[in-house]
């Protein structure tokens, strides 16, 4: 890891957006490339339990689906795979990230030829101003974004100036124990401790294993109770807020166990999945 990346010192959001950008610019091309237990735990966990809790909301009718965070989209085409969200009408799907490489590599997928890419960056106050209004309601989902922005406000504003009463968003990120658990075993590289002022209690580079070699993603370590305080300044409703663990059975067992995340994640939930609402009136 370079020293630039693994540099200790964050004295502001914007160079902390900078700091993210950096350790994407080194990870980025191996994230593309990445097979293994990302893609084991994507389809066995993450669209599964996505799926559990947008049925639960939602089972026919039409919506557009916008991905806040999309990436190259793996996770959204496996989600549109996913045994009765195949039955709601989605005429609409719009994805949005920072990375044109990602956006490019998401639009070629199939079921994704005719989704709208929006480059937009989280951290930016307007990011929201470049995404369309429609009449039908919405689901925003963002899997594995919000552990990565050193700061949520823009985020979370733009998001509750996008909803209405009749649209729902799903928040998944890393389990807060999970990744405790992992920085206690010093796996996470190069943490730091919050400064006043921050959303988050520490930072780090969170590793990730692929077959294909391991690297690591920014990671802003937030408990699950100060999720639910933004979400409460912000104006949202918490409708439930669901853990997901890696199913224990020979296949997650050969899986994980030579991975750095090793047996605990098959006895510790690792993700988790906040249900929003945005308040009646804005
Ligand atoms: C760990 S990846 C997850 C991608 C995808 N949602 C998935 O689950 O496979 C995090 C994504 O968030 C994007 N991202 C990180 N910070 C961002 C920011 N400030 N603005 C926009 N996108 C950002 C990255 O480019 C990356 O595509």
Not at 150 to 163: D, I, N, Q, T
Not at 196 to 203: A, R, T
């Amino acid at each position: 890891m370079p020293n630039d990346v693994s540099n200790n010192c964050y004295p502001n959001s914007d160079e902390l957006g900078n700091w993210t950008e950096l350790v994407w610019a080194n990870a980025e091309k191996l994230w593309i490339a990445r097979i293994g237990q990302d893609y084991y735990y994507r389809d066995n966990v993450t669209n599964p339990g996505l799926r559990y809790s947008i049925t639960k909301y939602l089972r026919y009718g039409q919506v557009e689906l916008v991905d806040l965070g999309s990436g190259d989209a793996y996770c959204t085409v496996g989600l549109l795979s996913e045994p009765l969200i195949r039955e709601v009408d989605i005429p609409f799907i719009t994805l949005i990230d920072r990375s044109r490489m990602q956006l490019d590599i998401a639009c070629s997928r199939p079921k994704l030829e005719r989704a709208v890419p929006v480059i937009s960056n989280f951290l930016e106050n307007d990011w929201h101003l470049n995404i369309l209004s429609r009449q039908i309601p919405r689901i925003f989902i963002s899997t594995f974004l919000v552990q990565e922005l050193p700061v949520l406000s823009p985020f979370l504003r733009g998001l509750r100036c996008l909803m209405s009463e009749k649209d729902i968003a799903f928040i998944l990120t890393v389990a807060p124990d999970f990744s405790d658990l992992l920085q206690q075993r010093g796996l996470i590289l190069n943490t730091s401790n919050a400064s006043c002022g921050d959303d988050w209690k520490w930072s780090g580079l969170y590793p990730i294993e692929s077959t294909t070699g391991r690297f690591f993603l920014p990671h802003f370590q937030r408990s699950e109770s100060t999720y639910e305080k933004l979400f409460k300044i912000y104006d949202f409703h918490c409708l439930q807020t669901d853990y997901l663990t890696v199913p224990t059975n020979r296949q997650s067992i050969s899986i994980f166990k030579n991975t750095i995340y090793g047996k605990s994640i098959l006895e510790t939930p690792s993700s988790v999945i906040f249900t929003l609402r945005g308040g009646l009136e804005k």
